[in-house]
């Protein structure tokens, strides 16, 4: 390889390349080769995991041994969460019950506090997957992350329940569109006390856990691109100064500026968290996605088709994200494939707030 690159020249060593790759990667969809914005690679249909190994096959069935495939001895142990025990807020439904599905995957306990009086349907089948399938359990906890008095004696009782408390991620969230000129105080403060106080009062209960037992843990917090930018809030070019903005103006965009201030805070209180805790062996990081096409922002494109259209069109990959492409990343921060990072924002928005 290195004589070919002494050798050719670099316009015919490029377009070489650019085919071999092509040709490893046949779902590879370029911007070159469709009408609309590049969609990237797009998963193969027919791909199937491998099965497990015999014992590890045989392992599954048993609670007592290590549960989950990924993870096992020989592959990436590091990944492997068989013990640990993890809480997850917010994960009734949406993002934080796909994430608390995959720590279940890994091997994890998975306490699940929710506002909710009842989680989803969707999250009986994952109650029932955790344990037929993955020989584990799956728990729910009705809590509004507001009421610090009967969140930390919830968070206690499991820690004492478990003899240990590992992991956390904050998924409980709320959002409001309402312009700038329009927010009420009262709105604002509700919108901070369950986005960022809500957030700070779960993880401190969960460290003085974790401080307790001695053991250290991992905190993942659900921030947002918008933490770090502003949401377009209108699609088409912006008009002049000065000028009134386009009829369909609110519809195109999204203006939640509260929303938004509350993940920047999310984002600097993961930081500072991490600089405290670190000594005890905590390590606090934020996730912040890009668009997720959950069931509430489905039920926003009917209501506003356009944004359907152009959203997508507003990152590299042309695309909305599903809250299964942050499964890795919950698995990734709790587990110990992440022992040296912390105080860390880990950005997944199809590359929207690097253009
Ligand atoms: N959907 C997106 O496009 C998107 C993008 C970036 C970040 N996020 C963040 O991801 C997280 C999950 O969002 P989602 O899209 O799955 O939304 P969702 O509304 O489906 O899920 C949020 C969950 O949090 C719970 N919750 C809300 N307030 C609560 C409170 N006070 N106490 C306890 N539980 C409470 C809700 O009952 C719900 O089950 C949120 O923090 C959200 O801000 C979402």
């Known amino acids: 390889m ?20 092509r040709a490893a990667l046949p779902f590879l969809q370029t911007r070159s080769q469709s009408n609309g914005p590049p969609l990237a690679n797009t998963p193969v249909s027919n791909f199937k995991a491998p099965n497990a190994p015999s014992e590890e096959a045989s392992a599954l069935k048993d609670s007592n041994k290590p549960a989950s495939f990924l993870g096992t001895t020989k592959r990436l142990p590091e990944f492997n969460l068989h013990g640990k025990v ?14 608390a599905e995959a720590l279940l995957e890994a091997g994890a306990t998975v306490y699940a506090l929710d506002r909710l009086a009842e989680p989803s349907e969707e999250f009986l089948r994952v109650q029932k997957r955790a344990a037929e399938e993955l020989g584990t359990t799956l728990h729910y906890r009705q809590i509004d992350v507001r009421d610090v ?91 002049p100064l000065l000028l009134p903005p386009p009829a369909d103006h609110k519809s195109q965009g999204l203006i939640c500026p509260a929303y938004n201030a509350s993940k920047a805070g999310v984002i600097q209180l993961a930081r500072n968290l991490a600089a405290e805790w670190g000594t005890h062996g905590i390590r606090v990081n934020t996730i912040s996605p890009g668009y997720i096409a959950t069931a509430m922002v489905e039920a926003l494109f009917e209501q506003y088709p356009e944004r359907k259209r152009d959203w997508p069109t507003q990152n590299m990959l042309g695309q909305l994200s599903v809250p299964q ?21 880990l950005r997944i928005d199809g590359g929207h707030s690097a253009w």
């Open 325 to 345: 492409q942050y499964r890795g990343a919950a698995v990734f921060l709790i587990s110990d494939a992440s022992s040296f990072m912390t105080a860390a924002d």
């Open 2 to 21: 290195a004589s070919l690159l002494r050798t050719t020249p670099t316009h015919l060593l490029r377009s070489s390349l650019v085919s071999s790759r």
């Open 86 to 99: 993890v809480l997850v807020t917010g994960a009734a439904r949406g993002l934080g019950l796909v994430q």
């Open 149 to 239: 008095a009967g969140l930390n004696e919830i968070v206690k009782s499991i820690s004492d329940s478990q003899g240990k408390l590992d992991g956390l991620i904050s998924a409980a969230g709320r959002q409001q569109e309402t312009s700038a000129l329009e927010y009420t105080a009262k709105d604002a403060n509700t919108m901070f006390e369950v986005n960022i106080t809500g957030s700070f009062m779960t993880a401190q209960a969960v460290a003085k856990e974790m401080i307790r037992w001695g053991n250290g843990g991992s905190i993942a917090m659900i921030a947002s691109m918008s933490g770090t930018i502003a949401n377009k809030v209108h699609s088409l070019l912006p008009p």
